[in-house]
């Protein structure tokens, strides 16, 4: 329903003030670039402030939403667990708790002590913050909430988060590493078909105001329902990329990740007539597609999860597209009328931890089908064999359960 995407978009907001404000608070800031002194004794406690961050995210998505829509915090999964085991070997279940003051006090038990980097972290945490989103006023959908489930990556591409590169530049609109990658992704699915219905995708670091040097972000979002599509304005679309067109006419882009297999990018180039840019996190070349910067994003690998794709798949279903996979697409025979899509309502049998929730086989992200028939046409005679992992597992069987870490 409008309704619960018009709160999904306000607490993205929120996530986004959280991650922009440990970043710009001074006491939060000096947690977060410990991680980058190597062998200085306090490693540890920064790993543990990085993951923090994250589930403080979370934590605040669920209890956000659970006020507004009653019994729908069992149904939302995300990356982390919000246990936490501090210097003095207490285990310390983090939640959100109903003052700011118990929220710090909380806080500083994880802290280890430092009362005024929690106190921040706390104020940050109860502050309301603006939101406001006119494309949405005119969405009147009605989904019945005991059909949804809701996967949430609270802050994707943490790595470029932790080292804050602001200074990249992008390659035809897109960034390789930086900022800029970061990401925060609540996707919603069918909990009967698996499949994605609404997405939200907040870019927390898009601009840096020279004058008081704080960012602004900018939100995303789509809904796929019932034959309803609609899905948030998007900046201008980017320029074509110069450069000969493929055999056929098509005249392909595509972004990869830094970590593909050689062999299947060097495949990807030729496919594409060499338009191919790397970048960092999935949720952020997911985007990139979302925008126009890329037709399609390509993984061959099985190191995303459903908590990266939900959001991504969901805007782009609205707009005609989707995120099939990738070892399923390029099977030998001929195309069905339906690529196979990613579903979110099943894990992998007899896998254990995240595992369960592996995007296997790879992935493919499209804006529109017949850009992702013109890929697979392509790229199929120019893969090598074993280019691609093993054949898949059976299907999945396992439901997502309730109220359980992803």
Partial sequence: MSAILRELLRVSEKAAHIARACRQHDALFELLIEEKKGEDKNKKFALDFKTLADVLVQEVIKRH????????????????????????????VLRLC?????????????????????????KVVHEDVPFADQALDSVQVAIPQDTMG????????????????????????VFPRGLACVTILIGVYDLQSGLPLMGV??????????????????RYWGLSYMGTNVHSPLPPAAERWAGP????????????????????RAALARACGGRVVRAAGAGYKGLCVVRGLVDLYVFSQDSTFKWD??????????????????????????????RPQLLYHRGHPGARGVDRWANRGGLVAYRSRPQLEALLSLLA?????????????PPEDQPAPVGARA
């Fill in 65 to 92: 939403m659970e006020a507004k829509f009653p019994g729908l915090e069992e149904k939302i999964l995300g990356e982390e667990s919000n246990e936490f085991t501090n210097a003095l070997g207490e285990k310390i």
């Fill in 98 to 122: 109903p003052t700011e003051a118990e929220t710090a006090e909380l806080l500083s038990k994880v802290l280890n002590g430092n009362q005024p980097a929690a106190a921040a972290l706390a």
């Fill in 150 to 173: 809701i996967w949430v990556d609270p802050i994707d591409s943490t790595h470029e988060y932790i080292q804050g590169c602001a200074d990249v530049e992008p390659s035809h609109g």
């Fill in 201 to 218: 995708i907040n870019q927390p670091f898009v601009t840096l105001d020279p004058v008081t040097h704080r960012w602004e972000g900018r």
């Fill in 245 to 264: 067109e493929a055999a056929g006419g098509a005249r392909l882009s595509a972004v990869v990740s830094a970590s593909e297999r050689e062999a299947v």
């Fill in 309 to 338: 794709s939900c959001a991504p798949h969901a805007i782009l279903r609205a707009m005609g597209g989707g995120v099939a996979s990738l070892r399923a697409c390029l099977a030998p025979g001929p195309a069905p009328r339906e």
């Fill in 381 to 393: 005679p120019l893969l090598p064999p074993g280019a691609l992992p093993a054949p898949e597992d």
